[in-house]
C-alpha cells in the first residue's frame, strides 16, 4: 500500500506539472512585475571585495518593450539617461553631448559599472519571444514552492544566453531566481529576487540580487525604494529627444 500510494503521488505531480505551461507561468511572473506601465525610484548598490558605490535612479516603463532610465546620483553620473524601445537601447551622456545607439556586440558588457548587462535591460522584451519553455520540476526556494523552467534559444533567435533557468514561485507568480548559462554551458549571473513585500498592491521582490558565478566577493544589489503602477504615460514619452530632457 505504501508503494502503491507514494506510485500515485508521484504521477498526481507529474500530472500537475504536465497541465502546467512554462511559457504562461514565465508570463504571469514578468506581467506581475511589470504591470501595464510603472514608474520606480531605485538605488543600486555595486559591491566588490574592496569597494562598494551607489547610484539612484527613475524608471518609467510600458509594457516590455518600452522603458526610460535617469540616473539622479551619484553627482558625476546624473542626468544620464537609458531608452528601451523593443530590442534597441539608446544612451544619452549629458557631459559630451551625446546619444549613443548601443549595437549588439555591447549587450553582454557591464550596465553602469555593475554585474547586470546591457542585455538585462532588453531581457524582458525577447524572453518571451526568444525562447523556447520547457517546464523542468517543482523546487522549493526560500521556503517558496517553485516551477523550475528551462529556457532555451529558437534556431535563429539573437540572444547571448546559451540557457536561462528560471523559478517562479506557484502561490504569487514571484521570479525568485534566474540562472543565466553561456553558449557552452557554463553559469555565469544568477539572480535572485529577495525582501518579498507588498508594492502598490502586489507581493515582489524588494531587492534584486545579482551574483557572477566567476567572481568572488562580487554582487550588484537593486533595490526599490518606490514601485507605482498602472501610471499614465504615452508612448511618446519614450523617444531620444525627451531622454535628452526628462528630469
Known sequence: MKRLSLFLTLLLTCCIILAQDAKEIIQRAEDKLRGASSYSEMKMTVVRPDWSREVTMKSWAVGRDLSLILITGPARDKGVAFLKREREIWNWQPTIDRTIKMPPSMMLQSWMGSDFTNDDLVRESSILRDYEHELISE?????????????????????????????????????????????????????????????????????????????EGHKTVLEYVSLDFDITVKDSFFSVQNMKRVR
Do not use: C, H
Request: proline share 5%; net charge negative.
Open 139 to 215: 523546487e522549493t526556494v526560500d521556503g517558496r514552492t517553485s516551477w523550475k523552467s528551462k529556457l532555451t534559444p529558437k534556431p535563429d533567435a539573437a540572444v547571448v544566453w546559451g540557457e536561462i533557468f528560471m523559478w517562479v514561485d506557484q502561490a504569487e507568480d514571484i521570479q525568485l531566481k534566474t540562472e543565466f548559462y553561456d553558449e557552452d554551458g557554463y553559469l555565469v549571473n544568477t539572480m535572485l529576487g529577495k525582501a518579498i513585500k507588498d508594492m502598490d498592491g502586489k507581493l515582489l521582490p524588494s531587492i534584486m540580487e545579482i551574483i557572477p558565478a566567476e567572481e
